[in-house]
């Protein structure tokens, strides 16, 4: 045998990245498929844009929390500024774009969904890669909390679907930490944004060293407070609730600037709608006011889930209302919210809890082949099964035992061998094997099918 002299190639995966095997790429479809009927339900629409814009818009009301981690596209030439390409690390901006040059011919509001890859040069970790799928939901053209309430209503009923077990709702206010910062001697936009960045460092650092962080001067990063308001940063932290005396708590403690009042009565109009929604369990919006996010275009509520026990992955699904990024492209607000789920951090989730296991095949019936000469017959005899809406595969192996092919069967999960040797064909019937019970029986093709119908 002739040796190759060429190099072999090592099949690295860079990092970040990964591959889906066949079961989770059919557990993330079926995720996918399951969370769709819930945004349908609602009235909301598929749409599907451009996973490369120009880096202007992506950037455009993003900060530099978003300018950070993206990656930008290189040809041979040196792109001008309008140019210069990226791919998208967020499906956020793409929906502004599209709006931008169609809202004319929108109907308002417009209720869209979305799903696709997005790509973000972060620090890969557990539950967090630089390539993942997103999957958007958004209401445009509404600034009632309705439309704020029914997103906060999908994530809910998108979770319980998918059978996560336990799930917390967090629900803040950007224009509630606007007036908190007025209060902290923050009311530059500039300072606002910082204080919101490092606000929304919590949960990945701990009360102690945000704290820290906060009366650090600003060339370590910090925010420089005193002592006096870093006390009460620190009071803000520990309101949380789910029941009207955290909302009365919060009333008093946050009284003041305008800001923070609109804040307060955002998040109450979001609870009342949802107290008259026909949801089971009550207790599953938690109201946090010390909650930021850390992208800058949000004005407005804010929402974000954890998964109960499983914290530690972070958020599964974020977002809020961004009443300004449109407004970059048109030179007027146009009211916006919504909330995206990380589909590839919650499916880690699920199947860390063994909540949401990866289906078998989609495929119902091996059609077995006895000899190599009968594979032409039954090619047609798989074909007829599907013809009758019964998804089925040809065996194509090389060994034609039954041995081979029911560990073939087994090996893809499929539930059923068709077998139809010489006697059988004299007969008019087939031999179906159920490989689970290992029990067979012989019908006539119709009645296989009939059968086959009824699993």
């Not at 936009?189 to 906060?214: C, M, N, S, W, Y």
């Not at 074909?383 to 019964?390: H, K, M």
């Not at 090389?398 to 539930?415: M, T």
């Amino acid at each position: 045998m002739i040796q190759s002299t060429e190099r072999r190639i090592e099949p690295r995966l860079p990092s970040g990245f990964r591959d889906l095997s066949p079961e989770e790429a059919a557990a993330q479809k079926r995720m996918i498929e399951t969370v769709c009927k819930v945004y349908e339900s609602h009235g909301f629409v598929p749409l599907d844009t451009s996973c490369v814009e120009y880096y202007q818009i992506l950037v455009s009301g993003h900060g530099e929390g978003g300018e950070k981690q993206i990656y930008r596209l290189c040809r041979d030439e040196m792109p001008t500024p309008e140019s210069a390409l990226a791919l998208r690390f967020e499906l956020t901006a793409s929906l502004a774009r599209y709006l931008a040059h169609n809202i004319d011919r929108l109907p308002m509001p417009f209720k869209r969904y979305q799903s696709g890859y997005v790509w973000r040069g972060e620090r890969p970790q557990r539950g967090r890669f630089r390539q993942f799928l997103q999957f958007d939901v958004d209401t445009v053209g509404i600034s009632d909390p309705v439309a704020d309430a029914e997103i906060v209503e999908v994530i809910y009923r998108s979770l319980d679907a998918l059978g996560v077990p336990g799930f917390e709702i967090r629900i803040s206010s950007r224009s509630l930490l606007a007036g908190v910062a007025r209060v902290l001697g923050l009311g530059a936009p500039e300072a606002q944004l910082e204080f919101f960045r490092v606000l929304d460092k919590h949960d990945k650092i701990g009360t102690e060293k945000l704290l820290a962080l906060i009366g650090a001067p600003p060339s370590e990063g910090g925010l420089g407070l005193a002592a006096g308001k870093i006390e009460l940063v620190e009071r803000i932290l520990t309101i949380s609730g789910t029941s009207d005396r955290v909302m009365e708590e919060a009333s008093r403690l946050l009284h003041g600037p305008d800001e923070t009042a609109r804040g307060l009565r955002e998040i109450s109009s979001i609870l009342e709608y949802l107290s008259s929604a026909a949801l089971p369990h009550p207790d599953y919006v938690r109201v946090m006011p010390s909650l930021a996010r850390g992208l800058d275009y949000y004005t407005g509520p804010v929402f974000e889930t954890v998964v109960i026990g499983q914290e530690g992955f972070g958020s599964v699904m974020g977002g809020g209302r961004y009443d300004g990024l449109i407004g970059h492209f048109l030179g007027r607000s146009i009211p916006a919210t919504g909330v995206s789920m990380g589909v590839d951090r919650l499916l880690v989730v699920l199947q860390t809890l063994q909540a949401f296991p990866a289906s078998g095949s989609v495929c119902r019936v091996v059609v077995a082949v006895l000899n190599p000469e009968e594979r032409p017959r039954m090619y047609g005899l798989a074909s007829l099964l599907r013809c009758a809406g019964i998804p089925s595969e040809l065996y194509m192996g090389e060994g034609f035992s039954f041995r081979h092919q029911i560990a073939y069967a087994a090996q893809r999960e499929i539930p059923y061998l068709l077998i139809q040797g010489e006697d059988e064909r004299a007969r008019g019937i087939v031999a179906l094997r159920d490989l689970r019970t290992r029990t067979q029986q012989e019908l006539t093709l119709e009645e296989a099918v009939v059968h086959l119908r009824a699993q």
